[in-house]
C-alpha cells in the first residue's frame, strides 16, 4: 500500500525557520497532488499548502508570503519550507497525498504527523 513518512518538525523561536519533508512510498502510479494540513488543539485541521503534479500552488492566507511548499525531481517527496514562524503555527502538521495505485483505483493517504512548536 502507501506509506507517508514525516520529518523536520521540532521545537523553534518565534521569527525561526523550518523545513518539513514527506516521502511517499508503496503501489503508487500516480500522484495527482501532496499537501501539508496542521491541526492544533481545539482546532479543525485546516490546509496550509498543496501542489500538484504539474506543479500548481494553493496556500493558505496565513502562509503565503512565508511558506513555500515544494517536490523533489522524482515526485514522490514535498516540502515545506516554513519561515517567520510564530506561536499561531504551533500544531501537528500531517502530510496528504492524492493519486493512482498500481492497480488503478484512486487513494488518499495521511501521514502520522509532526509536531511544530514555536515558543519562546
Known amino acids: 500500500q502507501v506509506q507517508l513518512v514525516e520529518s523536520g518538525g521540532g521545537l523553534v523561536q518565534p521569527g525561526g525557520s523550518l523545513r518539513l519533508s514527506c516521502a511517499a512510498s508503496?503501489?503508487?502510479?500516480?500522484?495527482?497532488?501532496m499537501g501539508w494540513y496542521r491541526q492544533a488543539p481545539g482546532k479543525r485541521r485546516e490546509l496550509v499548502a498543496s501542489?500538484?503534479?504539474?506543479?500548481?500552488?494553493n496556500y493558505a492566507d496565513y502562509a503565503k508570503g512565508r511558506f513555500t511548499i515544494s517536490r523533489d525531481n522524482a515526485g514522490n517527496t514535498v516540502y515545506l519550507q516554513m519561515n517567520s514562524l510564530n506561536s499561531e503555527d504551533t500544531a501537528v502538521y500531517l502530510c496528504n497525498v492524492d493519486g493512482m495505485l498500481l492497480t488503478g483505483g484512486v487513494f488518499k493517504s495521511w501521514g502520522q504527523g509532526t509536531q511544530v512548536t514555536v515558543s519562546s
Open positions: 508503496g503501489s503508487i502510479s500516480i500522484i495527482y497532488a
Open positions: 501542489i500538484t503534479s504539474g506543479g500548481t500552488t
